[in-house]
Each structure stands twice: as C-alpha cells, then as structure tokens.
C-alpha cells in the first residue's frame, strides 16, 4: 500500500538556525553611513588626549604656512586642535575637551598625510566627510631600476593625463601622483580597484586592461537580470605570454629581415643591423690559449727579480715621463692659439696686369694653335682630293 504522506521538506544545515528578520526590509541602505552627533557621544569628554604627527617635505613648508589657517578652520568645528612646527618640519593634530567624534581624530591624522603628499587643501578637507576614505599607495619600492619606474609612474598618468582621468571617472576617486607615492580619496570600493591598478601597472600591466574591466562591469550593473549572475563570461582575460630570449631574437630577426627585404625593392640600402654585422666566428672546438698572469710578464720583463727602492724608481721615471709627455701636448695645444693665421696678400697693379698680359699671352697661343691646325688640316685635304 502506497504512502500517502508527503514527505517533510529537506532543511539545509548551514540555514538551520536563520530566523525571519521583519525589520531587515528593502527599504533599508545597509551601506548608509548615519552622521556621528553630539548627542550620540554619552559618555561625554575623553579622559585621555590622543595624537598623531606627521613629517612633510621642504617645498611644502610655503603652501602650508598659507593655507594653515584654512586647516585649522576646517577642524575647529570637530573639537580638533592642529599645530604647524616648521623647526622640525612636522604638523600635528590632536584632541581636546570639545571632541566628541572619536574616530574624527583618524580623520585628521589622514588630512595631513594628504597634505604632506601634495594634496590641495580644498580636496584634502573633504576627508574628514564619513562617506570619504583616503590610501597612500607606495610604489617606491616595488621597481628597482629608476628609469623603468619612471616610465611606468607616467604610465599611470598617460597622455596628457588621460589614463588618470579614466581611472578617476570609473572609480570616483580622487588620484595624485606624487614622487614614490600614489594618494587616493573616495569611497571604500573605489579604492581597492585602484590600488590594484595602480599595483598591477607597477608590475608592468597596462591600467588599459583594467579600465576596459571597470568599463564592461559599470555596463553589466544597469542590467536587472545580470546583478545576480555572475559576470566572469563577460569579463575579457588577458593572459601574458612570456617570450624565452631565443624566441624573442628569433622574432626580431624576422622583423629585421622582412624590413630589409623591402627596403631593397624599394632600392635603399639595408639597416644597420644587416649592414654593420661583423664577420661570423669560426667555431672550434679548442679552448682559448692561456693567458699569461701578471707574474709570467713580470718575469719576461725582468722586473720579478728587481728590488723594491729599484722597482719605485722605475716607476717614478715612467709616471715622470708620462707626465711630460701630458705637458708637452698642452704646451702645444696651448701654443696653437698664438698662431697666425695665413693671411691672403691682396695683389698690386703690376702683378694684375702682368697675370693679365699672361693670360691674354695664353689665349693668343691657343688661338694661333687652332688656326695652324684648321689650315693644315684643309692643305691636305685638298692634297688628297688632286691625288
């Protein structure tokens, strides 16, 4: 006989001991971050003074003398006091008895991080709003040699600060490029993408690849029926193929070639990597001769066997005799200032008219010869014509 029960509905054990939450509903930001009030402090002033300092570079020292008064400005309304020292070149905030935000005092340590790293004072202000956080991204550190650093810090940058202004767009973030730091403002999310990039094009990934990324997902998160999917089928990967050096010569020898091989249609002369290539080795299978050390020459010399007062005056004599040598060709080159120059003689009335009486000598010659020989010339051909 058949069950006609129906059987109890299977419970899932990592949800087995969820409970309904009725005030959780959807019309609640969980992500909204409610403003810290007066009221909200009950325990009143702080019994402890906290404090944080920070260094700031030597060109900085003007703006901040300049815009301290808008600093502090900033901070009175939080209860913060704020001191520019620039005996040690430091700035410095700290509580006092009207501070009732506890955590506005990491606000302001991040305030002048940011303005000891460049940052404008009407932009660095924005930090002590809740919604606002700030990253200092080191990249000092991460590339050795200083040119290759400097290629991929411009990198970050692009043309005309394009790349920069990508990356600010699709993050809403704030991005500054200063010296061996990259500071960043905005919002929690924004940060992370770009410290990744920021990271990644310092380990030579082009922030292109990235920016194409935040692109597809900023268009992927209008679609409805796409926000709970997953969108890695979406997302292009870029995969980086490493070359061994052999296949990279191998490469660029191919490229060179095809290069020459048109330049010869087009009849010019190859490149330099052709033209200028030395004349190859011939292979053997023989080690290279010995070389002699330094021992085996002194003792060809006959300087092994020398004592040391003799060895010292043989080389005083040949350190004296170069130095003479370095004398005389500056005395020479020296010399060579006091020369005259060769100056051409302008030529007087009786040479320009004996040097015109010679060539008008000369031509009469030439003349004379010519007509001697037209005059033979026609004597025998008219001799060979009566024959």
């Not at 991005?175 to 500071?183: A, F, K, P």
């Not at 010659?365 to 033979?376: I, P």
């Amino acid at each position: 006989m058949a069950d006609t029960t129906e059987a109890a509905p299977a419970i899932n054990k990592n949800k087995r001991h969820r409970k309904e939450k009725p005030w959780d509903t959807d019309d609640i930001d969980q992500w909204a971050i409610q403003p810290f009030q007066v009221e909200d402090n009950k325990s009143g002033t702080f019994t402890e003074e906290s404090s944080f300092a920070t260094l700031f570079p030597k060109y900085r020292e003007r703006y901040l003398r300049e815009v301290w008064s808008a600093v502090t400005q900033a901070l009175e309304p939080h209860g913060i006091a704020c001191t520019l020292d620039l005996i040690h070149g430091s700035m410095s905030v700290r509580t006092t008895r009207k501070t009732y935000d506890p955590y506005v005092i990491l606000k302001a340590r991040d305030m002048i991080k940011l303005l000891a790293r460049g940052v404008a004072i009407g932009q660095a202000v924005k930090i002590l709003d809740d919604t606002v956080a700030c990253d200092i991204i080191k990249i000092g550190n991460i590339v050795r040699n200083k040119e290759r650093f400097v290629k991929r810090r411009q990198r970050i940058i692009g043309p005309d600060g394009s790349t920069l202004k990508a990356i600010e767009l699709l993050t809403q973030c704030y991005v500054l490029v200063q010296g061996s730091t990259v500071s960043v403002m905005g919002p929690y999310k924004g940060l992370k993408e770009v410290r990744r990039i920021i990271l990644d094009c310092m380990k030579n990934i082009h922030p292109i690849y990235r920016i194409k990324e935040l692109m597809i997902k900023r268009e992927l998160a209008k679609d409805p029926q796409l926000v709970n999917e997953s969108w890695d089928r979406f997302l292009p990967k870029f995969r980086r193929h490493h070359l061994k050096t052999s296949e990279k010569t191998a490469r660029k020898n191919e490229r060179t070639q095809e290069k020459n091989g048109a330049r010869k249609a087009a009849g010019l002369e190859p490149t330099g990597s052709e033209k200028d290539q030395p004349a190859k080795k011939v292979y053997t299978p023989f080690p290279p001769p010995q070389m002699p050390r330094k021992v085996d020459l002194q003792l060809e010399s006959g300087e092994y066997f020398l004592k040391a007062h003799e060895k010292q005056d043989r080389e005083a004599r040949k350190r004296k005799q170069k130095q003479e040598q370095v004398t005389e060709e500056r005395r020479a080159k020296r010399a060579e200032a006091f020369v005259a120059p060769v100056e051409e003689v302008v030529p007087t009335v009786e040479e320009k008219r004996k040097r015109r009486r010679e060539k008008e000598t000369e031509d009469l010659e030439e003349e004379t010869g010519k007509h001697k020989k037209a005059k033979r010339k026609k004597r025998l051909h008219s001799e060979g014509n009566s024959e």
